[in-house]
């Protein structure tokens, strides 16, 4: 019994920019006496169904958009005879449809870390349970990665993840509905250990594939402080100096390394954590604006943000604290109007972004937006190709529309044709150009313009033209970018790495962040701490 664990996709480019953690995660979940599993990642080549044998177990993890391909995968692997076994936050969300569309004979929910032996255990005994809870667990029982199965060469970024869950509850997000808002954080010297793994291999470039890397804010300690809940004050001070003795020891390892992560833009609040940022290497972070206005704001249950100059100022402020920005945009929004698309981009170059996305609102399932929607199209919805419109991603890719909300003054055409142009407008050869100044070789400045395009090219289908000639023209595109890019971000394996002691400090949060000159507590006043 050999044990496969498949990411679907649609489209293959041969290289990724990013390790699907999951994959690694459930591989090193799967006991040693199941033997190594065969990974799959789609983005990078299609799965063979030759090498399926009947009696094996064939694990799929799945989100929204690649749903409808993981459905095809698991009924062909049904049919070979292997145990089907969905997991992942569409399959969370949407056991029953798993099993009737992707033929699955079990899903897990939720976390699968600790629930994957257990699954294993059952499919070798021929009586696999119909549905998992794997919950959610705590940081502690997060499960490192096995990239000793890793294809190196055909990565530009691994990932590692610090903290699951997020306190905030924005309407488009399923995150914080999914991954819970109490911040569930791994201890900082289980993330070094496997980094340092990593850089062993020869990855410099670490995504922290968390949901959001700054969990507790200056406000939120500045509340509880004033309102007296002394529990609820040590748990996110602690929360917090973990971060710092996280971001210490990031500090500690080879100068090459290089972070990126996704924050709240409340950081730039926050001059302590963005100066170990700093010190940490973390140079990018994807910050969520979603909108420009304060309407916009409000429309995603997103207030904490700022708006108008305000925004401009906090992602300056990142920049100056040598955090690069890559700004995250939501266009199709009820108080959007046409002069909201030039606004956007205007602010966009004079935030001094170096990337950015600009994406159109739709509602994604677990989400607020989505319950909205649902409820907007009643009981009975349009269908297309025989498929409820409420069921989106289960029409082919080909028929979906691509604006699900109507707006109340743009029609759908519209809003995609002004979210092109600036698109287009950010990622001209000339715009482009102008950002690549910060580097200073001309190398740099030439390897940014590929990064930049290659991005832009990635993210095709966000456009006017999403037809399946010009995705597949995109694919296209993207494939033969990338070749050159992933020797951009390859170093030389450094296999006798040590992990960082931390200059003979113990690793204690405060001792940590100390030595390096940091206030682990920010500005919370140390009168109000209980200790
Ligand atoms: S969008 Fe970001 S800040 Fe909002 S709930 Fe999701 S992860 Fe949290």
Redesign the pocket.
Known sequence: MKVHLVNPSDVSFGTAVITPRWLYVLAGATPREFGDPVLVDETLEKIDFETLQAGDVVGIGIHTANALRGYEIGRQARARGAYVVFGGIHATLYPDEAAELGAAHAVVTGDGDLTWPLVLADCRKGAPLALYHGGRIEGRSFLPARWDLVPRERYMWASVQTVRG?????S?????RTDGQRPRQRSSDAVIEEIVQLRRLGFRFIALAD??FYPVTLTDLRLAAEQGHSARLQELRALREERFQLMAGLAQLPADMIFFT?I?MEAAEDPDFLEAMRAARIKGALV?V?SVTPEGLKNV??DFNSAGENLVERLQTFRRHGVHVLGSFIFGLPSDRPQTFTATAEIAQRAELTFAQFVMLTPFPGTVDFQRWEKTIGEHPPEIAGVPITRRWLIPPAFRPKLYWAHPVMSADEVREHTQEVWDNFYSLKSIWQRAHFLNTWRSQLAFVLISKIYRQMYADTGIATDSARVAWSARWARWLAKPCRRLFSARPMPDLQIPEMNGIVMGSRLAAEAMGLNPLGDAPPSTCPG
Do not use: A, I, L, M
Not at 166 to 170: A, E, F, G, S
């Open positions: 997020c306190p905030k509850h924005c488009f997000c399923s995150v914080w949901d959001n996704q709240t969520g979603e249950y997103k």
